[in-house]
């Protein structure tokens, strides 16, 4: 079956460092979305990419969707301890959305 | 609007025990789905439903059942509760299915099954 994979699961930084993360799909994919998860709380949605490619923009972070539909991409840059959370990204072919399994961002004061 | 809520926030259960896990939204959403997140494995998806009178089996659905009588309302029902269902159960709604639309997730259901 398809599988979203986010590697690795954990990364920790420093407050004002740049951070990226990446999601893969062993297939190609209709759309990705991008959700983040507050500790203690539940998913919200952040953005869904649809087109090969696409880059997309919310302050500081950035979503990119890979030309083949297959892999995507999220930059954070200075990133602030409002960043801390797990980001999971989520594609779907059909009517079943897949998670990954997320990374969980730690912020260093 | 309310958005998507879900009672109760915790319960405990016993091995064998039944339950419903309740779910409602205000948004007339057709699309409404429920997750269980385990630590370490992300989100999976149980059940889902594409509009009233409508569901259908995610990645994992055993032990347990849905329905949909309405297009608010999407209860989760444990039939037999077993210690491997402890978990966060999520439940989410959006207009028309979560590969054109926003995706909103109500608050969580955290179960211990004892």
């Known amino acids: 079956g398809q599988q979203v994979m986010q590697i690795p699961q954990y990364q920790h930084v420093q407050e004002g460092e740049d951070f990226t993360t990446y999601c893969n799909s062993s297939t190609t994919l209709s759309n990705i979305q991008w959700y983040k998860q507050r500790p203690g709380g539940h998913p919200v949605f952040l953005i869904q990419?649809?087109?090969?490619?696409e880059v997309k923009k919310q302050k500081r972070l950035t979503f990119q969707f890979g030309e083949a539909k297959k892999n995507s991409s999220l930059h954070i840059t200075a990133t602030q301890t409002t960043d801390v959370g797990t980001y999971f990204c989520?594609?779907?072919?059909?009517?079943?959305?897949?998670f990954g399994k997320g990374i969980t961002l730690s912020v260093r004061p | 609007n309310a958005g998507v809520t879900q009672t109760p926030k915790f319960q405990v259960l016993k091995t064998g025990q039944s339950m419903t896990l309740q779910c409602a939204q205000d948004?007339?959403?057709?699309?409404m789905s429920w997750y269980r997140q385990d630590p370490g494995m992300g989100l999976r998806l149980i059940h889902y439903s594409v509009g009233a009178g409508i569901t259908d089996q995610g990645e994992v659905p055993n032990g347990y059942n849905v329905s949909r009588s309405t297009t608010e309302d999407f209860p989760l029902r444990l039939l037999s509760a077993a210690p491997s269902q402890t978990s966060v159960y999520f439940c989410a709604s959006s207009l028309r299915g979560p590969y054109t639309d926003t995706q909103y997730f109500g608050p969580g259901t955290r179960l211990t099954v004892l």
């Open positions: 948004m007339n959403h057709e699309y």
């Open positions: 990419l649809v087109k090969s490619g």
């Open positions: 989520a594609g779907s072919p059909e009517s079943k959305l897949t």
